[in-house]
């Protein structure tokens, strides 16, 4: 285990303070699958949402499972390079990333749920 620096103090502290208040400024569309995530709601598994991961913040994460759900909006579309670079370290420290377009979300709710619910029933390999 290496030894913490008071820049990695920090660094923690502001992914923290930046995860609280992400929660705090919700879009909607993370509302409305966090309403279907939330209290172990899918194949009772515990998600949490806007949780630090070394240095990122995910949307939404089940631990015991490792999974990883992101929903991404325009922004997403310029931003290519830098997701796949997050997704390759997130992976690399053993976690699955599934990607949803908020517009997924709003018009196909279900289909998405069956989707999470599909990878979790899965086993991993």
Known sequence: MGVKTIG???QSHNL???ARLLRKQSTDTEKLLWSRLR???????KFRRQ???G???VDF???SEKLIIELDGGQHAIQKNKDKERDNWLCKEGFTVLRFW???VIENLEGVLDVISRHLMSPSP
């Open 8 to 10: 990695d103090k920090m």
């Open 16 to 18: 923290t303070q930046n």
């Open 39 to 45: 209290a172990k709601q899918i194949i009772s598994c």
């Open 51 to 53: 949780q630090p991961i």
């Open 55 to 57: 240095n990122y913040i």
């Open 61 to 63: 994460v089940c631990f």
């Open 102 to 104: 908020n517009n997924e």
